[in-house]
């Protein structure tokens, strides 16, 4: 991961503890050239329970949400790269999506436009995507004498959605469009952007009613339960989140909130350490 000082390809808004994070290289389709992957990953790995942002929404500027891997700009680069260069640059985008899984943010992504390649891959590794009527998403790689499996693809997409339908695109990289990924549960909702953004903000404020330890544990156990080896297994995570929400001080602000018929009002200090 490269730490980077400021942000330049990354517009990053702090609301009330939810970060809109915007992908800002609009005159390239918010494409992932290095000094954007470096930013995404200082970004997502510098997420801890601490951090002043509770929720991310994660968005493009412009018409897309992300183009994928600017191949331009791998041109641009001069000499041929060897297999230790390419590896750099595989690990360097991967790393974005184990940041975003491992991050104890919920990541909600609006996905406008084309989502091809590692835009795609973004859009999987979030929790929630909430797609605009023209979004179009694809395994691209595929299509570029690679395998089609790529960035975590080949994780995400048969987790969510079958293994009949990770390889129908995972195989062929055609385009999934908006209404296919609503009924395959891949999107939340399709709706145009002025009602998604309000949706993704309506969803972080329901969040931000949660105390910070139930939050970050309830994303962390529905990682875990996706590979869970078996029902017992699920559960014994389920059992030990629930046991450590109860001992802090926001376990009995909660409860008393609830009584009271009054919004909450967590600290950090409520939660178990």
Request: one cysteine or more; hydrophobic letters at 50%.
């Amino acid at each position: 991961m490269s730490a980077v000082d400021t942000y330049e390809h990354l517009h990053i808004e702090l609301r009330g503890g939810v970060a809109w994070v915007t992908l800002n290289r609009p005159e390239r389709l918010n494409a992932l050239n290095p000094r954007l992957i470096a930013e995404l990953n200082a970004y997502f790995s510098g997420l801890h329970a601490r951090s002043e942002a509770r929720v991310v929404v994660l968005r493009g500027a412009g018409r897309a949400f992300c183009a994928g891997l600017d191949l331009k700009d791998m041109q641009a680069g001069g000499a041929k790269k060897g297999v230790t260069d390419y590896l750099e640059v595989q690990k360097n985008v991967r790393d974005i999506m184990l940041a975003m899984r491992r991050c104890p943010q919920p990541v909600i992504s609006i996905v406008q436009g084309a989502a091809s390649g590692g835009g795609f891959a973004l859009a999987l590794a979030s929790d929630i995507r909430l797609l605009t009527p023209d979004a179009r998403m694809n395994a691209a790689f595929i299509r570029l004498g690679l395998s089609g499996c790529d960035v975590g693809v080949s994780y995400f997409l048969p987790r969510l959605a079958g293994a009949s339908v990770a390889s129908e695109f995972l195989l062929t990289g055609r385009f999934m469009d908006a209404q296919r990924a609503l009924s395959l549960g891949l999107a939340s909702r399709v709706d145009e952007l002025p009602a998604l953004e309000a949706e993704a903000a309506a969803l972080a404020a329901d969040m931000m009613a949660a105390t910070p330890l139930g939050l970050r544990l309830t994303k962390e156990a529905l990682a875990f339960a996706i590979d869970a080896p078996s029902l017992e297994a699920a559960i014994a995570m389920e059992d030990r989140n629930q046991v450590l929400c109860t001992q802090g001080e926001d376990f009995a602000e909660g409860i008393a909130a609830f009584l009271e018929k009054r919004a909450p009002r967590y600290g950090r200090k409520g939660e178990a350490s």
